[in-house]
């Protein structure tokens, strides 16, 4: 990338937003900065894998925060996260800037960033993260309450090693928030082939850096690495906060869940294919 270009990606990323008061008004909120609106900018990608087979999380939308910059990613899982009201250590991969600042307001979270990229996310983001690989964390056995991966494992080659890591740093009644890009259409998971060019991963996968794309098939995929997994849905909110109606949160525990939540139910499969 030419020098200029750079600068003004890293312009755009660090001090790009509109203060509230310039933001027209609107139906919908976002609940990480409270702007109301119904004006989003576009955010996702826009090929030949994103459209046909409709990636949830990957194609092409107008979701993103004129304000804070938040995704429907972001509000569901904050939306979530008010809900359960999370307490305890919270190992954050890969950790985005709106989801972050949300936490760094909850005085009973303890919170780990980590990621490959140590330099991007001062030199873009403002913060200091740990360096970490999933596949092989560095830290003890069973010392944190939460793990946040979004859209991470779609990265990672030996996706049974980080799901296996994830699990071992977990407390005994720690849980994980795993989103992934998947789609409904596709049956059995693509896994991309070792020799495909970043071109072909994009055509046939969605994004240029992905290793796998998600099929209906994750669940029973998961289920071999022996975790109780849940997908949980909000019950009304969906308008409200320009949420994807048919993204649930993958929820990961180490024990079978049984409490109630405010806004959020487990479903099946098939009850979202509905939606
Ligand atoms: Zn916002």
Redesign the pocket.
């Known amino acids: 990338m030419h020098g200029t270009s750079f600068f003004c990606v890293i312009l755009i990323l660090v001090e790009f937003r509109i203060p509230s008061i310039l933001i027209p008004k609107g139906e919908q909120q ?1 609940n ?4 109301q609106t119904s004006l989003w900018l576009t955010r996702g990608h826009n090929n030949h894998a994103t459209q046909k087979y409709d990636i949830i999380g990957g194609k092409k939308r107008k979701v993103n ?1 004129l ?4 995704s429907d990613r972001d509000r569901l899982l904050k939306y979530f996260f008010d809900d359960i009201t999370p307490i305890g250590n919270l190992l954050h991969v890969a950790p985005e800037k ?1 989801l972050s600042r949300y936490f760094k307001g909850k005085s009973n979270l303890n919170i780990t960033k980590i990621d490959k990229k140590v330099g991007w996310y001062k030199l873009v983001y403002g913060y200091n993260v740990k360096y970490g690989d999933l596949t092989k964390l560095p830290f003890d056995d069973g010392c944190f309450n939460w793990v946040v991966a979004n859209h991470v494992l779609e990265h990672i080659k030996d996706e049974q090693q980080a799901i296996h890591e994830i699990y071992r740093v977990l407390k005994q009644d720690g849980k994980a928030i795993l989103q992934i890009p998947f789609s409904f259409k596709i049956k059995s998971t693509i896994d991309g082939e070792c020799h495909w060019t970043s071109t072909e991963r994009e055509s046939q996968l969605g994004q240029k850096d992905h290793v796998r794309l998600y099929g209906l098939d994750f669940l029973k995929r998961w289920n071999l690495f022996h975790i109780q997994l849940y997908l949980l849905k909000d019950i009304n909110d969906y308008e409200r906060f320009n949420l994807n109606p048919q993204e649930p949160v993958i929820l990961v525990s180490k024990t079978i869940e049984t409490k109630e939540l405010k806004h959020f139910k487990s479903i099946r499969f098939e009850e979202i294919l509905k939606t």
Not at 32 to 35: L, R, W
Not at 67 to 70: A, E, P, V
Request: with cysteine; net charge neutral.
């Open positions: 976002c990480i900065c409270g702007v925060c304000n804070c910059g938040s709106a």
